[in-house]
């Protein structure tokens, strides 16, 4: 922690630690990375999403990098977060992403393996709306598995009975398609046309 180290580099440094300690240190990163650069390496998404928030409010710039190990391959790097880690925006783009797939598939030969991925396409966008009342609605006011309340970020929160009758329809339609239906009603899968006005209409909510 000498002046004249010009950077840090931590590996999982809040492992074991209660969230009380964990944001102390999260806040404790944000503040040295203003004058060096500092280096995490972590696998605990909460304290991630800890450093961006801090981050910025404190105006440092937060870069993330992914490391995974997809299939047998370890050490695949990508510039965007996992999954579960991305906000509304990332995943927007990975939906928009997966449409061209979903095209070849429901053109294919296989209907079994369009309506899987359909599924689990129909899935990932029921989780977009989830975490936009968490990020648009509630302006990330209130954040699952977060230690504080941002009362500052309450003054820009945007809830009105109409925007939660969007939400309520967005999860609705996709809801019909994630869980398992009854074998006599045997509906048909939605083409992904259908997919793409789904994904439409939860973008033009996120615009608001």
């Given at each position: 922690?000498?002046?004249?180290?010009?950077?840090?580099?931590?590996?999982?440094?809040?492992?074991?630690?209660?969230?009380?300690?964990?944001?102390?240190?999260?806040?404790?990163?944000?503040?040295?990375?203003?004058?060096?650069?500092?280096?995490?390496?972590?696998?605990?998404?909460?304290?991630?999403?800890?450093?961006?928030?801090?981050?910025?409010?404190?105006?440092?710039?937060?870069?993330?990098?992914?490391?995974?190990?997809?299939?047998?391959?370890?050490?695949?790097?990508n510039?965007?977060?996992?999954?579960?880690?991305?906000?509304?925006?990332?995943?927007?783009?990975?939906?928009?992403?997966?449409?061209?797939?979903?095209?070849?598939?429901?053109?294919?030969?296989?209907?079994?393996?369009?309506?899987?991925?359909?599924k689990?396409?129909?899935?990932?966008?029921?989780?977009?709306?989830?975490?936009?009342?968490?990020?648009?609605?509630?302006?990330?006011?209130?954040q699952?598995?977060?230690p504080?309340?941002?009362?500052?970020?309450?003054?820009?929160?945007?809830?009105?009975?109409?925007?939660?009758?969007?939400?309520?329809?967005?999860?609705?339609?996709?809801?019909?398609?994630?869980?398992?239906?009854?074998?006599?009603?045997?509906?048909?899968?939605?083409?992904?046309?259908?997919l793409?006005?789904?994904?439409?209409?939860?973008?033009?909510?996120?615009?608001?």
């Amino acid at each position: 922690m000498g002046t004249k180290n010009k950077g840090i580099i931590f590996d999982d440094p809040v492992n074991s630690l209660d969230h009380v300690r964990r944001q102390t240190i999260a806040e404790r990163l944000v503040v040295e990375s203003k004058t060096r650069q500092v280096i995490v390496f972590t696998h605990d998404i909460t304290f991630l999403l800890a450093l961006q928030t801090l981050s910025e409010e404190k105006v440092v710039d937060c870069v993330v990098t992914t490391i995974r190990k997809i299939g047998n391959v370890p050490g695949v790097i990508n510039n965007s977060l996992p999954w579960i880690a991305s906000n509304v925006k990332e995943r927007v783009k990975k939906l928009n992403e997966a449409i061209p797939v979903l095209k070849t598939l429901e053109a294919g030969t296989d209907p079994d393996s369009y309506s899987g991925e359909a599924k689990k396409w129909c899935g990932l966008l029921r989780e977009t709306w989830e975490r936009s009342i968490e990020e648009l609605l509630f302006n990330e006011a209130i954040q699952r598995f977060s230690p504080s309340i941002q009362t500052k970020r309450i003054g820009k929160m945007k809830y009105t009975p109409e925007l939660y009758k969007e939400i309520e329809k967005g999860m609705t339609d996709c809801s019909n398609w994630v869980h398992d239906q009854a074998r006599a009603i045997n509906t048909p899968t939605p083409k992904v046309n259908k997919l793409e006005t789904y994904l439409s209409e939860f973008t033009e909510f996120a615009g608001n």
